[in-house]
C-alpha cells in the first residue's frame, strides 16, 4: 500500500512529471482538489497552487522567480467566475471550485437577504463594527478598491489600518466579499477590488440553501482526505475552524460509512489519526 507521503506527492503534484504548466492546469487542479491554498501555509501542510507549479520548497522575495507565474495566473482570473478567490481557509489566500463552493456556503451565516444578513450578524455580535462599515460601503456603492473603501468607510487612518485589514480577512472568511479585481491605485499602484459574494455569485444563495449542513460538513470532510490521505482532528479543527465536537461527529460518521478507517475515543486526550482505508495497514 501507499504510504501517506508517496500519497501526499500525488496530491501535491510534487513530483516533476505532475507540475502545472499553464493556466488551464491550475483551473483543473482546483477543480480535482475542490479547495486548495494558494501559497503554502506554514504549520498547515495542504496543496498549494505555488508547491504544485513550483515544487515543495519556500515561497521567496525575489519577483523574478519563475514560480510566481502563479501570482499573474491568479490575477488575470479575478472576476472571470472560473473559481472562487478569497482569504478563507486560515484566512489565507484559497482557491475553491465553483462545484464546491456552495458547500462552503451553506456553512456560512449568510442565511437570506444580503441586505440583512450583516445586519442581524452585527446585532449578535457576529461581526466588529469596521467589518459592518465596510460591507455597507460595498453594499451601497458597487465594488471598490482597497484605497477608496478605506476612505469611504472612514478607516483611512494609521491607527485604523489594522483593524481595516482584519475586517477584510473576516469578511472574507465569512463569504461575504471577494476580490473581484486589481486597480492601479496607492504607493504600489496594486489594490485589490472588493464585490459582494452574493452579488458577483447571484446564484450561489439559492443553490446553498438547498445543502443540509451535515451534508456539507461531510463532502468538505472528504475533499479534505482525498487531498491528505491522513489527518488528525487537531489538524482539521485547525484547517476549517469548525467545533471540535462538530469534527469528532463527521469523523465518525465518515468511519462508519467506511469512507475513513480510524480509531475514535470521545476520552482521548491524544491526537485520533484517521486515513483512507487504501493507506492502513
Keep these: 500500500m501507499k504510504s501517506v507521503n508517496n500519497y501526499r506527492a500525488e496530491t501535491f503534484r510534487l513530483n516533476d512529471e505532475a507540475r502545472i504548466r499553464n493556466p488551464e492546469q491550475a483551473l483543473d487542479y482546483v477543480n480535482q482538489r475542490g479547495?486548495?491554498?494558494?501559497?503554502?501555509?506554514?504549520?498547515a501542510p495542504?496543496?498549494?497552487?505555488?508547491?504544485?507549479?513550483?515544487?515543495?520548497?519556500?515561497?521567496?522575495?525575489?519577483?523574478d522567480d519563475p514560480g510566481h507565474v502563479t501570482w499573474s495566473w491568479k490575477d488575470s482570473a479575478l472576476g472571470k467566475h472560473i473559481w472562487y478567490y478569497a482569504k478563507v481557509l486560515r484566512y489565507k489566500a484559497t482557491f475553491i471550485s465553483l462545484d464546491v463552493l456552495p458547500l462552503f456556503y451553506a456553512l456560512s451565516e449568510n442565511f437570506g437577504s444580503p441586505d440583512e444578513d450583516y445586519l442581524i450578524a452585527y446585532q449578535e455580535g457576529h461581526l466588529t463594527f469596521a467589518e459592518k462599515?465596510?460591507?455597507e460601503v460595498i453594499l451601497n456603492n458597487g465594488p471598490m478598491h482597497t484605497i477608496e473603501l478605506r476612505q469611504a468607510?472612514?478607516?483611512a487612518g494609521k491607527a485604523s489600518e489594522s483593524g481595516f485589514n482584519r475586517a477584510?480577512?473576516?469578511?472574507?472568511?465569512?463569504?461575504?466579499?471577494?476580490?473581484?479585481?486589481?486597480?492601479?491605485?496607492?504607493?504600489w499602484k496594486y489594490a485589490f477590488i472588493y464585490d459582494l459574494t452574493s452579488r458577483h455569485y447571484p446564484y450561489l444563495p439559492d443553490k446553498a440553501r438547498l445543502?443540509?449542513?451535515?451534508?456539507?460538513r461531510r463532502k468538505l470532510m472528504e475533499y479534505y482526505f482525498l487531498s491528505m490521505g491522513a489527518s488528525d482532528k487537531r489538524e482539521v479543527q485547525k484547517l476549517f475552524r469548525w467545533n471540535p465536537e462538530i469534527i469528532i461527529k463527521v469523523l465518525e460518521m465518515l468511519r462508519q460509512a467506511g469512507f475513513l478507517a480510524g480509531d475514535f475515543d470521545r476520552y482521548e486526550q491524544?491526537?485520533?489519526?484517521?486515513?483512507?482505508?487504501?493507506l492502513g495497514d
Design 46 to 63: 495542504f496543496p498549494s497552487l505555488w508547491t504544485a507549479v513550483a515544487g515543495d520548497r519556500p515561497v521567496p522575495s525575489v519577483h
Design 168 to 187: 477584510l480577512e473576516k469578511l472574507q472568511a465569512e463569504f461575504r466579499i471577494l476580490p473581484v479585481g486589481v486597480a492601479e491605485a496607492g504607493t
Design 133 to 135: 462599515l465596510i460591507y
Design 270 to 278: 491524544q491526537k485520533n489519526y484517521y486515513y483512507l482505508p487504501c
Design 211 to 216: 445543502i443540509g449542513e451535515w451534508e456539507a
Design 35 to 43: 479547495f486548495i491554498f494558494f501559497w503554502p501555509v506554514k504549520g
Design 153 to 155: 468607510a472612514r478607516l
